[in-house]
C-alpha cells in the first residue's frame, strides 16, 4: 500500500476510477464538482485529525486489550484472503455471499450497519462493487480506513477490454499470481492499522502465497493438458479474461464484463457461429449469474445440428458455500480449472489439486 500521510485520499481514486478509467472519471465529476470541493474541505481535515490524534492508536489500543478488530469486506475472494492473513487477531466479515453478483449488488441496512462499525474495510475497486461506492466514500469519509485490494496492482498488468469503454476489467482474483498481490496489499494495510500484528501479518501472507504457488502451478498444468483445439472457454459472463491469459484458453462471456449490460441476439449468434466452426463441446454455467443465456446458447447450437452441454457451473464472482473447501479462494479456482480441463478434454483429478472436490 502507498504510504500517503492520509490514508483517506486514498478512496477518491479507488472508487471513482483509476487514472485511464476515463468513463468512471466522467462519473466521479458528475458526482464531483461543487461536492468534489466539499469533499476534500470536509475529508483533508478529518484525515489529519486522525492523523493527529490517532483514530488508529485507539483501533490498537483496543487491539491491545485483548479485543479482536473488526474487518468487514466486499466479496468472499477478499474476505477470504484477509482471513487467511489477519488470523486470530481480527474479526472479519464478508458482505457479499455465496452466488450474489456483485456488479449488481446494492448494500442492505444491515450492510451499512457492519460497515459503519467496522475498524477497516477492503473492497476490490475497478468499479467491480459498482453499486456500492456511494456507502464505501460515506464510510471512508468518517474517517475509517478503506482498502481497494487492486489498487496496487500495475496498470500495465490490467485488461482494458474494448467493451469496457476505458474501464479496467475488474475480474484480478481469476489469475492467482496477481490474487497473491492482493494478498500483499492486505498485508500491507493491515500491519497499516495494526502495528504490532505486522510481523505475523507478514508470516501469514507468506505462507499463503506458498499456497497460492502451488495453486497457479495446477491450473497451468491442467488447463495445457486440455487439446490445443479445444481451449475455448465459453461462460456467461465475461468473468474469466485474466484467467485465459493467465492459463492459456481462449476465452469468451456471453453477456459484457458486468452483469449490468444485456447479451444481445447478435451476441448470441456470434457465439453459436464460433461454436459450430471450432466444434465446441461444452459452455459453461456460473453460480453468480442467471443461466439462461447460457441455455439460449446451446437450443442456438442444437437448431444448427450441434450438441454442446454444459460443462459444469463455475464460480465467477463469488466462492461456493461457507464452510466447504469451494467457499474458499483456492477451492473456487481449483473447482473453475478442475471442472473446465475435464469437461473440455483435458486431464484433471476428479476431486481436484487437493482431493477436496466435492464429486459433481
Ligand atoms: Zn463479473
Not at 77 to 88: L, P
Not at 247 to 273: P, R
Request: hydrophobic share 40%; net charge positive; glycine share 10%.
Amino acid at each position: 500500500m502507498r504510504q500517503s500521510g492520509i490514508r483517506l485520499m486514498r478512496i477518491p481514486r479507488s472508487a471513482a476510477g483509476e487514472p485511464r478509467q476515463r468513463a468512471a472519471r466522467r462519473r466521479l465529476w458528475r458526482w464531483g464538482g461543487a461536492r468534489a470541493r466539499l469533499w476534500i474541505a470536509l475529508v483533508a481535515p478529518v484525515g489529519l485529525l486522525c492523523a493527529l490524534t490517532g483514530c488508529d492508536a485507539a483501533a490498537s489500543a483496543s487491539h491491545q486489550a485483548g479485543k479482536r478488530y473488526r474487518a468487514v469486506c466486499t466479496v468472499g475472494m477478499i474476505t477470504d484472503i484477509v482471513r487467511q492473513v489477519a488470523g486470530e487477531r481480527a474479526e472479519v466479515q464478508g458482505i457479499i455471499g455465496e452466488g450474489v453478483d456483485p456488479h449488481l449488488y446494492k448494500p442492505t441496512r444491515n450492510d451499512v450497519a457492519a460497515l459503519q462499525g467496522a475498524d477497516i474495510v477492503f473492497y476490490n475497486g475497478l468499479m467491480l462493487e459498482g453499486k456500492m461506492t456511494d456507502v464505501l466514500v460515506k464510510v471512508a469519509r468518517r474517517g475509517k480506513p478503506v482498502y481497494a485490494v487492486t489498487e496496487e496492482i500495475d496498470p500495465s498488468f490490467l485488461l482494458e477490454p474494448k467493451q469496457m469503454q476505458g474501464h479496467y476489467d475488474p475480474h484480478v482474483w481469476m489469475d492467482v499470481s496477481a490474487w497473491g498481490k492482493a494478498v500483499e496489499a492486505v498485508a500491507a494495510a493491515l500491519s497499516e492499522f495494526d502495528p504490532p500484528g505486522a510481523a505475523q501479518y507478514a508470516e501469514r501472507a507468506r505462507r499463503y502465497k506458498g499456497e497460492l504457488d502451488g495453486l497457479h502451478a495446477y491450473l497451468k498444468r491442467v488447463i495445457a493438458s486440455i487439446p490445443e483445439r479445444q481451449r475455448a472457454l465459453i461462460t456467461a459472463h465475461d468473468a474469466f479474461n485474466y484467467f485465459g491469459r493467465a492459463y492459456g484458453i481462449q476465452v469468451m462471456g456471453i453477456q459484457g464484463i458486468s452483469t449490468e449490460s444485456e447479451a444481445s441476439l447478435k451476441d448470441i449468434n456470434d457465439l453459436v457461429d464460433f461454436i459450430v466452426a471450432n466444434d465446441v463441446q461444452a459452455v459453461f454455467a456460473e453460480t453468480s449469474v442467471a443461466s439462461k443465456n447460457v441455455r439460449a446458447l446451446i437450443e442456438g447450437a442444437q437448431a444448427r445440428g450441434r450438441t454442446v452441454r454444459i460443462g459444469g457451473s463455475l464460480y465467477s464472482d463469488a466462492m461456493g458455500a461457507p464452510g466447504t473447501y469451494e467457499g474458499t479462494y483456492i477451492g473456487m479456482l481449483d473447482a473453475n480449472a478442475t471442472t473446465i480441463a475435464r469437461a473440455l478434454g483435458g486431464e484433471a483429478p476428479e476431486l481436484g489439486m487437493n482431493g477436496k472436490l466435492r464429486p459433481r
